[in-house]
């Protein structure tokens, strides 16, 4: 019987010996992989992509939520990642998310820039 505040978080973190956090991510990042980016799932587990490939075009589009668009940076993507370092199929996917979807990244850079929390004090510097 699983124990209370028992999940499948914990039972990875656990598993791995690694924090609860980088266990959360990495169950994100499956999540989205298998519902966003399945062609880049099957590059990843055929040995063509590296998890750092796959955790840098993770992150690069994150806050696209858009299946066709999704679909269309993926197709690009991999059409040109053979040989490339981690960073560039990611900034490859930035740049066709400018290209293919302006609105929308001033959109979600705004979003970011309104939930981002950010705090000046004044003292405990030089003017103090």
């Not at 978080?9 to 298998?34: F, H, N, S």
């Not at 939520?65 to 991999?78: K, T």
């Amino acid at each position: 019987m699983p124990s209370v505040g028992a999940g499948v978080d914990k039972e990875v973190a656990l598993a791995l010996c690694e924090p609860l956090g980088a266990a959360q991510t990495r169950i994100w990042q499956a999540k989205r992989l298998m519902r966003m980016l399945p062609k880049v799932w099957r590059s990843m587990a055929n040995g063509d992509l590296s998890e750092r490939h796959v955790t840098k075009l993770l992150d690069a589009t994150a806050s696209v939520d858009d299946p066709e668009l999704m679909a269309r940076i993926e197709d690009a993507v991999l059409a040109r990642a053979a040989g490339k370092t981690a960073t560039d199929p990611a900034r490859a996917a930035r740049d066709l998310l400018k290209r293919l979807d302006p609105t929308g990244v001033a959109r979600r850079a705004k979003a970011a820039r309104d939930q981002a929390e950010v705090a000046l004090y004044r003292g405990g510097g030089r003017d103090g």
